[in-house]
Structure formats: structure tokens, C-alpha cells
């Protein structure tokens, strides 16, 4: 079975969403089940060790503990999404 036969319920309205859809095609809300939070993860996790490999290689001295705290944020973000994502994949069921 596919992917894309699978449809999770829409939670402002009800109706079937396909697991590959970013939007209610009924109502139009947003639905978390886009695939980029994996990447948005890794990407916050690069700034991350950017500002800490910046700092300890004598580039960033000023204020790199923010930059690295913003990575870790952006990466906890994607974490949550994907996190989400498996949830909403986890409850799909056949249309
Ligand atoms: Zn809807």
C-alpha cells in the first residue's frame, strides 16, 4: 500500500485528507504532515555545531552561545514536526 492512499482526519473539519497533502482540500487548513521536519531538524542541528566549531576555531567570540541556542531551537522545532508527522502517519488509515 501507498503512501498517498492513506487519509488522516482533518481536525478543523473532519473530512479525509491524503497523507501527502499540506492543506485541507475541504476547509483549507494547514495540516502537519509535510515530510521537511527531518530536514528543518538537521539544518538547526548544523547551525548549532556551526556557532560552537566558530567559536572554539576563534571566527565567532561574541554571542555564539545565542546563535547556537538558536540553532538548537530551530532544531527542536523540525524534531516536533516530525515528531507530529509520525503521530498523523501513525492514526492514517486506508481511505
Ligand atoms: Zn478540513
Known amino acids: 500500500m501507498s503512501d498517498s492512499e492513506m487519509v488522516v482526519e482533518c481536525r478543523n473539519c473532519g473530512e479525509d485528507i491524503p497523507t501527502t497533502a499540506t492543506r485541507c482540500p475541504q476547509c483549507d487548513a494547514r495540516v502537519t504532515t509535510t515530510p521537511w521536519g527531518i530536514g528543518l531538524a538537521v539544518f538547526g542541528l548544523l547551525v548549532a555545531l556551526g556557532f560552537v566549531y566558530g567559536h572554539f576555531a576563534g571566527y565567532i567570540l561574541d554571542n ?4 547556537v541556542a538558536a540553532g538548537v531551537f530551530i ?8 515528531w ?9 488509515r486506508p481511505r
Open 64 to 67: 555564539w552561545q545565542a546563535g
Open 75 to 82: 532544531s527542536l522545532m523540525g524534531g516536533r514536526l516530525y
Open 84 to 92: 507530529i508527522r509520525r503521530q498523523k502517519l501513525a492514526n492514517a
